[in-house]
């Protein structure tokens, strides 16, 4: 799954370890996240939407097909 | 996120099944040698047997819920896919432990400890190796 986080993240001016303060998660876990390596769990979406103030859906790009 | 997770179940269900499978081995091994020594021995291993998901539930209940906060979703994911591994091959080779110990009595302790260093061993190697996969650059 495909997502803005880093973009997002970046014009916010977080770092991985600020974001990943705020998320409740560890900065690897952020890091897996943005690189594609790790979906987070739907917890972890909230949490991350509610930091950058959008929804899901605008910061996790889904696809058709993926993940089913 | 940070939350409750089983994995401190997982782990202790994984401990008790390890120990009892060692603590077996050991008695069926020692089935043949006869004197006070192994007979004592064959005592202690009973005992071990009885006791192992005794201490091991003391210890997880002693333990608290203190770990349900201290590892976040993607160490969970780690440690899921460690134990799947090392649960794969632990169950994959015990029949091969089993008919190790029943056939070759003599060299059973050397077999059971060959089987707990390889399923721990595939544990932790497996830990390792996706701890650097996920966590990486």
């Known amino acids: ?6 973009e997002l993240r970046e014009s916010a001016g977080l770092t991985q370890a600020a974001l990943a303060e705020l998320t409740g998660v560890s900065r690897q876990a952020i890091n ?3 690189t594609g390596k790790y979906d987070p769990s739907i917890w972890l979406a909230h949490a991350v939407s509610k930091v950058f103030g959008r929804p899901i859906e605008e910061i ?9 | 996120m940070k939350g409750k997770n089983s994995l401190r179940k997982l782990y202790a269900v994984w401990s008790i099944i390890i120990s009892e499978l060692f603590a077996a081995s050991m008695i ?22 009885i006791m192992i998901p005794v201490i091991v539930y003391v210890f997880y209940r002693l333990r608290g819920r203190d770990n349900n906060a201290s590892s976040d979703e993607l160490e969970q994911l780690v440690l899921q896919k460690s134990f799947a591994l090392g649960g794969l091959v632990s169950f994959s080779l015990l029949p091969a432990l ?8 003599q060299y059973a302790g050397f077999t059971a400890f060959g089987y707990s260093v390889i399923a721990g061993g ?7 190796l996706y701890n650097r996969k996920y966590s990486s650059h």
């Open chain 1, 1 to 6: 799954m495909n997502n803005r986080i880093r």
């Open chain 1, 32 to 34: 897996a996240v943005e």
């Open chain 1, 60 to 68: 996790f790009i889904f696809e058709e097909g993926e993940g089913k």
């Open chain 2, 28 to 49: 069926i091994c020692s089935a043949s040698a006869s004197g006070l020594f192994w007979d004592i021995f064959r005592i202690f291993g009973a005992a071990a047997v």
């Open chain 2, 98 to 105: 089993m008919l190790m110990c029943f056939l070759l009595p």
């Open chain 2, 122 to 128: 595939v544990t932790k190697i497996a830990a390792f």
